[in-house]
C-alpha cells in the first residue's frame, strides 16, 4: 500500500483525493494547504491528516508518493521539495511556465532516483485512447488533417488564474492539454504559426495554433479561456484520413464540473461503410491517470506516459507557440 500526500485542496485536488480513494494500491494519509478552511474539510472529507504547511507534512509523514495540486507557479518549490524527501511526485499540469524551470524538475527527479510524471489528463482520456489506437494501427489512412477545440469559460474557483505570470492565462493552463496530446500522436514539431487574444492582464487566453510535425502531419488546434457567458466546457477533435475519420464531441457544464452529466459522442466513419458510433468505457480520466501511476510505482516499472522528458519538450513547443502570438511570424522548433 503506497502512502500518498496530496498538496492542494482545490478543484483539482478534490479530484484527485477522490480518485485515490478508488486505487486498491492507494492510501491517501494527508492533505496540505495554506487554506486552512479548504485543507480541513478535504482532509476531514478524506478521513486523513491535514496539514497548513508541505514542510510539515513532508517530515511528518512517511510517504511513497506526493501529488502536487499547488498553482502553476508553486509547482518548481514544492515538486523540488518533495524529491529531498525521497518520494515520487505526480506533478498537475501545466508543468511549469518557463523551460528552466521544467529542467530543474527533470534533473532533480533523475538525480534523487525518483519518478516524476506530469499529470497530463487527456492521454488517459478514453476517447483520446482509442484516437490514438486508431491512428497507431493505420485504421484511418494517411491523415490529411487534424482539428482540436477546448473552450470554456474563465475558472471561477480562483484568483490566481488571471495572473499570466502565476498561470500562463489560457494558453498554458488549458491549450496546452491539446499541444501536449498532439505531441503525443505525431511526435516532433517542425513549426508552429499562432494567431490570439489577450485579456487586459496581459494572458493569452483564446489561441488558435497551427503545428506542422516533422513527420509532415498537420493540425489546428484552438484554446480559450473566456468563452461568453454561458457556453458550456466544450471539448472537440477530428481526425480526418484517406480511409476514416473520427470525430469527438464533449459538451459539459461550467469549467467541466459535472462530467458524469456531459453530452459527448464518438463517431467513426469509413469510406464505404455506416458510422460507427464508438462504446467508449466511460471510467473517469483522473481515475486511470492516477491509478497508472500508482500501479507503476507498486510494481516498480517505469513510468512511459508523461515522461518528464517529454513534457520538457512539450514545453518547449508551448514557448514556440508563445513567441509566435507575440512575434505574429512562424517559429521553427
Not at 95 to 108: G, I, N, R
Not at 196 to 223: M, P, Y
Amino acid at each position: 500500500m503506497l502512502r500518498i500526500g496530496i498538496m492542494g485542496a482545490g478543484f483539482i485536488g478534490a479530484q484527485h483525493a477522490a480518485a485515490y480513494a478508488q486505487i486498491k494500491d492507494a492510501h491517501l494519509v494527508a492533505i496540505a494547504d495554506l487554506n486552512i478552511e479548504a485543507g480541513k474539510k478535504l482532509a476531514k472529507e478524506n478521513n486523513c491528516t491535514f496539514y497548513e504547511k508541505a514542510e510539515d507534512m513532508l517530515s511528518k509523514e512517511k510517504l511513497d508518493i506526493v501529488d502536487v495540486c499547488l498553482p502553476t507557479f508553486l509547482h518548481e518549490k514544492y515538486v523540488l521539495l518533495a524529491f529531498k524527501h525521497n518520494v515520487h511526485v505526480l506533478c498537475e499540469k501545466p508543468f511549469t511556465l518557463t523551460y528552466e524551470s521544467a529542467e530543474k524538475m527533470v534533473e532533480a527527479a533523475e538525480k534523487a532516483g525518483k519518478t516524476l510524471m506530469v499529470g497530463q489528463v487527456i492521454r488517459f482520456w478514453p476517447e483520446y485512447v482509442r484516437a490514438k489506437e486508431f491512428v497507431d494501427a493505420g485504421e484511418l489512412g494517411t491523415i490529411k488533417m487534424v482539428t482540436m477545440s477546448r473552450l470554456a469559460q474563465h475558472p471561477n474557483w480562483s484568483t490566481w488564474h488571471r495572473d499570466p505570470k502565476k498561470s500562463g492565462g489560457g494558453l498554458f493552463d488549458l491549450h496546452i492539454h491539446d499541444v501536449d496530446y498532439m505531441c503525443h500522436l505525431f511526435g516532433d514539431v517542425d513549426q508552429v504559426y499562432a494567431i490570439g487574444e489577450k485579456d487586459r492582464n496581459g494572458c493569452w487566453n483564446h489561441v488558435l495554433s497551427t503545428i506542422t510535425f516533422k513527420n509532415g502531419q498537420r493540425a489546428a488546434v484552438e484554446g480559450a479561456f473566456e468563452m461568453t457567458e454561458n457556453y458550456p466546457f466544450t471539448m472537440t477533435m477530428r481526425l480526418v484520413g484517406h480511409d476514416a475519420s473520427y470525430e469527438y464531441n464533449f459538451i459539459a457544464g461550467f469549467n467541466l464540473e459535472n462530467v458524469g452529466g456531459a453530452v459527448r459522442s464518438a463517431v467513426l466513419f469509413k469510406n464505404g461503410a455506416e458510422p460507427e458510433v464508438q462504446k467508449i468505457d466511460e471510467t473517469d480520466a483522473y481515475l486511470l491517470e492516477l491509478r497508472y501511476f500508482v500501479e507503476q510505482i507498486a510494481k516498480g516499472e517505469p513510468v512511459t506516459q508523461a515522461l518528464p522528458r517529454h513534457s520538457l519538450y512539450v514545453m518547449k513547443v508551448m514557448l514556440a507557440i508563445q513567441e509566435s502570438l507575440e512575434t505574429k511570424q512562424v517559429v521553427k522548433i
